[in-house]
């Protein structure tokens, strides 16, 4: 039997820590960095704010201090949103589309017909995830993310982006009204219970 890869290093980012390296996160950035952080040897996390033992609640803990070896106070903390994806206000009717994205909104509009009234549903990343804009009014589709997220709204207005706030594909998101987070591990889970579809 093969032994699996340990890691000498994991590198995360969070948002606080205590002095015993307790550590909370963001919304969906806690969900790679507590399975890579586990996998390491010596996990080093750099964090925007380090906090005396006792001020992180134990039910805020996302991973808790044994994981982690050296805690780290960002400097210039600046988080990137890697696909900027923003809503329109108003949709321009003067762009001509060209075949190949009528064809794109045919096949996502095509999709959008699979949905049903009270499903939950795991969109792959692309054109399936764009099968959302489609939902008819009045019927309630919950959605969900390779990467945690349940409930997943639209995408955000211009100047709404949350860095904290992405999904799997890493574009910027915004939360429905019932939501709740998890880490990845999570969406597996849903689906091999059978407690959402999946639209690839």
């Not at 964090?47 to 044994?66: C, F, S, T, Y």
């Not at 910027?172 to 987070?181: A, E, K």
Request: proline residues 5%; positive net charge.
């Amino acid at each position: 039997m093969e032994e699996a890869i340990t890691g000498q290093y994991s590198l995360i980012k969070g948002w606080k820590a205590d002095r015993s390296g307790n550590i909370t996160f963001r919304k969906s950035a806690r969900n790679l960095n507590v399975p890579i952080a586990k996998a390491g040897k010596t996990t080093v996390a750099e964090v925007e704010e380090i906090v005396e033992d006792g001020a992180i609640e134990p039910e805020d803990v996302h991973l808790p201090g044994i994981y982690v070896q050296r805690i780290i106070k960002g400097s210039n903390y600046i988080k990137k949103i890697e696909r900027r994806t923003v809503r329109k206000v108003k949709e321009d009717s003067s762009i001509s589309s060209s075949p190949a994205a009528k064809l794109r909104e045919r096949i996502i509009r095509r999709a959008a017909w699979e949905f049903k009234d009270g499903m939950f549903a795991n969109l792959g990343i692309g054109m399936p995830m764009l099968a959302s804009n489609y939902i008819p009014k009045g019927m309630k589709v919950t959605l969900q993310s390779e990467n945690g997220l349940l409930g997943l709204g639209p995408f955000p207005f211009e100047g709404e982006e949350d860095p904290d706030l992405i999904n799997a594909g890493k574009s910027s998101m915004m939360f429905d009204v019932d939501r709740s987070l998890a880490h990845c591990h999570t969406p597996d889970k849903i689906r091999r219970g059978g407690h959402c579809c999946h639209l690839r």
